[in-house]
């Protein structure tokens, strides 16, 4: 029984696998990136922003991760980081798209330049990134991507206003099954995850809005948001081979939100 067991728990390690976790340097993609490097990964946080003090403590730790500037509206620093990643390693097994953003204004508010921004990051990006990562995929023949979509991309959330964000993270969703049926043939598998409200920086501003908030726990089942730590592990699953045969799913993680 004990050799069963380990068979099983060894589907989910990622030893001698090398992934690439865009937006990681807080929040949700941070939590993908700990948990994958604690799976065996050899994990790369891709950010704008400078090396976060968690990833540094975790390199002290002794996890096998490293920081990038990677910016996901820039196709040529994309593939300057990709290229240089695969020259370095030999291969990239893992894309976690995970770099977002959301403004809360009124449709008849948005400017072009918001509703540009944040389609630009969070369904261009995740083009961009699976375009670049993807080509060195295809070289070794397999691999795994994995988009963060959201609840978002299937229902309308209310009482806030952010269409622009809905309809980014619709187009992940779509873009998803889209990827998955063109690079199934060469070994790679694309899914999403897709959660409803979590505690991080991006739904700051809506946790101290009582109006929301109060909103957002009614509507869910579960009476609470969830941690990033919460949606990591399925991060793991769905990087590893325990998820095998799966291609072009997303998973909702979202407390029982869209059920009803």
């Known amino acids: 029984m004990k050799g069963e067991i380990r068979m099983i728990m060894d589907k989910f390690a990622l030893k001698e696998r090398v992934a690439v976790v865009t937006g990681g340097n807080q929040g ?5 990136a700990k948990a994958m490097a ?19 403590k975790l390199k002290k730790s002794g996890y096998k991760i490293d920081y990038v500037f990677l910016d996901v509206r820039d196709t040529s620093n994309i593939e300057q980081v990709s290229t240089k990643i695969y020259n370095s390693y030999g291969h990239i097994d893992i894309l976690a798209n995970i770099a977002g953003i959301v403004i809360n204004t009124p449709l ?24 670049s990562f993807g080509k060195f ?7 795994c991507i994995i988009n963060m979509a959201s609840m978002s991309g299937i ?8 269409a622009s964000y809905n309809a980014s993270k619709a187009g992940v969703i779509l873009l998803t099954k889209s990827m998955a049926s063109e690079l199934a043939p060469f070994g ?12 991080t920086p991006l739904t700051k501003k809506g946790m101290s809005n009582k109006e929301w908030s109060n909103r957002w726990l009614d ?3 579960m009476k609470r948001v969830a941690e990033p730590e919460e949606i990591a592990p399925l991060a793991v ?13 997303v998973v909702v993680i979202d407390g029982g939100y869209t059920i009803w």
Not at 28 to 32: A, K
Not at 39 to 47: C, E, F, P, S, Y
Not at 137 to 143: L, N, Q, T
């Open 155 to 162: 229902i309308v959330n209310t009482p806030q206003p952010q």
């Open 28 to 32: 949700i993609g941070f939590e993908i």
């Open 137 to 143: 995929m295809v070289k070794s023949k397999r691999g």
């Open 108 to 131: 008849l508010e948005t400017t072009d330049e918001e509703w540009a921004k944040v389609i630009d990051v969070n369904l261009n990006g995740v083009f961009r990134c699976s375009r």
């Open 188 to 199: 790679i598998r694309v899914n999403a995850i897709a959660p409803g409200y979590v505690a």
């Open 38 to 56: 604690e799976a065996g990964a050899t994990v790369i946080v891709g950010d704008i922003n400078e090396e976060s003090q968690e990833i540094k």
């Open 219 to 221: 509507m869910t089942p």
């Open 237 to 249: 699953f769905l990087a590893s081979d325990a998820s095998s045969f799966m291609t072009g799913s």
